[in-house]
């Protein structure tokens, strides 16, 4: 068994939790996941076309009602994604109005933004519940702190899906959050779907890991069986980073992501968002859509990390969880073992 201030926050059995990854969605996942005694995480989904707010909420209800275990949740806080200020509201009121669903949203996590606003309600409304936010570079890690979250996800630049302009490896940025903030909660994620990353995770002082590219080629996740397929094949040399609604985004080298060609620079970002066209974000979000339903694999997004370069199989994800954490202890143990 291995223990850290996550598995004993959070009262889980492995320090693994399934990164979220909206806008498709992880709902069944995430009871996979907490059911297999990691944390799971329910995304800030927005594909089938419904009200966001209230989809968000029967995604909820839909994991209390098939798990009794802990789970977290994430909220997209980006300027665009216009139904973050309401969700969260929203949350701390459902869970004062089912106890059950208060008892088990342990943790939540904030990305795409800043973590101030989430921080400030959260800490009045709902203060059981954790509150984590996404750094990519030390400088935002250095304002999640002052913001005063319980956690730091230190996520670096070779992870899947949305990344910031920063372009930090994890391996350096966990090393340099344990080392200023060793008293903070530290979730690494980006780069991690093997033992061996679980175990190199933890030995610098990370209390979990996260994975996403990992958990959507399990047999559990709801994405579509043509996007699962792509992950084992695939090398590390098969993602690249263009544009995406927030910032720069990971995705597999395919058609749509060709088009997409090179990240544009964060100043031409920033007008692009202030000049904010619907139809636009609509056209963007329908590459994600064409893949969630009808698993279009050329012409739509699909955002994973270089980590499918270690991938080779799809697993269940009782595998990923108590498979992972057992190696990862055999090759710790193995380690203390040669020290003298
Ligand atoms: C398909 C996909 C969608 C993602 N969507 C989100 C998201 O909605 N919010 C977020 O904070 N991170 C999102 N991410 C990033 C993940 O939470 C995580 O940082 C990333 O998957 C880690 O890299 P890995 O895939 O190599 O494990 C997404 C990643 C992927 C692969």
Redesign the pocket.
Known sequence: MIKTRITEKFGIKYPIIS??????YTTKLAVAVSEAGGLGVV??ATLRGKNSVKDFKEQLDYVVEHTDKPFGL?V?VARIQTDHKVLLRKIPQWCNENPKLREQLVYA?T??GGPRIAGKMWKEKAPDMAHFH?GPALWLVDKIVESGCDGI?A?GT?????QSYEGITTLVLVQQVTQKYPEKMLVA?????TPEGVAAGLSMGADAV?????F?ASNESEFHQNYKDLIPPATARDTMLTTGGFGPI?LLKNKYCLEHGEIISKEEKISQELAYDMDEYLKDLMAYELVYTKGDTVDGAV?????VGLIDSILDVDDIISGFTNKAEKILKNLCSNIS
């Not at 990164?19 to 498709?24: D, I, L, N």
Request: hydrophobic letters at 35%; proline letters at 8%; glycine letters at 22%.
């Open positions: 990164a979220p990854m909206g806008p498709f995304s800030h994430n997209r996590l990305s795409a996404v996800v996520t070779e992870g899947g899906g949305h994620c980006g780069g991690f779907a996260a994975m996403g590219t990992r959507i990971r955002p994973v990390g270089q980590t």
